[in-house]
């Protein structure tokens, strides 16, 4: 069985839900201090979204290469964003298309739900396409509003929304 003892890029989303500082503890428990607590003392308080905004096209996923002209990160309650590029940027397609993960928690699923809702809608990239309507549409989807999901949702989602993998026209469809 294999073990990874990186911090995660997800990590943020688990600090939310068990405000637990992931980052602070995995470095006191290298310079040999204890961890502070029982796996029995962890609690998970609400829910947490996160979303990757990519510069790519959210219908074909192909990369947009361009100049980010303007970058501005909404203020939402709940909402802990962290931006990867600031504005003004070349965008290369030689680049790991992710410029920002848009991170929100509430106490309820249908509230973080919201929440993600209006960052996405107020978050401003000019310059490239993004990934921000694809996100929107998934923040609308019946299966994804209720949490049937598993890890095939985004084969579901596609499907369902006429594309197949990699973003391609489903035919038939």
Partial sequence: MEMNTRIQ?????????????IVRNQIRIAEGEPLGYKQE????VGHAIECRINAENPETFAPSPGTI?????P???GLGSIPLF??????SPFYDS???KVIVHARTRELAIARMKRALEAMVIEGIKTTI???LKIMDDPKFRA???STNFMEYFLTKNGRKNGGEAAVGA
């Fill in 9 to 21: 890029v997800e990590h943020p989303v688990t600090e939310m839900v068990t405000l637990a500082d």
């Fill in 41 to 44: 003392d962890m609690l998970i």
């Fill in 69 to 73: 002209t303007a970058f501005n990160l």
């Fill in 75 to 77: 203020g939402v309650p």
């Fill in 86 to 91: 600031i504005p003004v940027i070349e965008c």
């Fill in 98 to 100: 992710m410029i920002a």
């Fill in 133 to 135: 309507p694809l996100h």
């Fill in 147 to 149: 949490g049937d999901i």
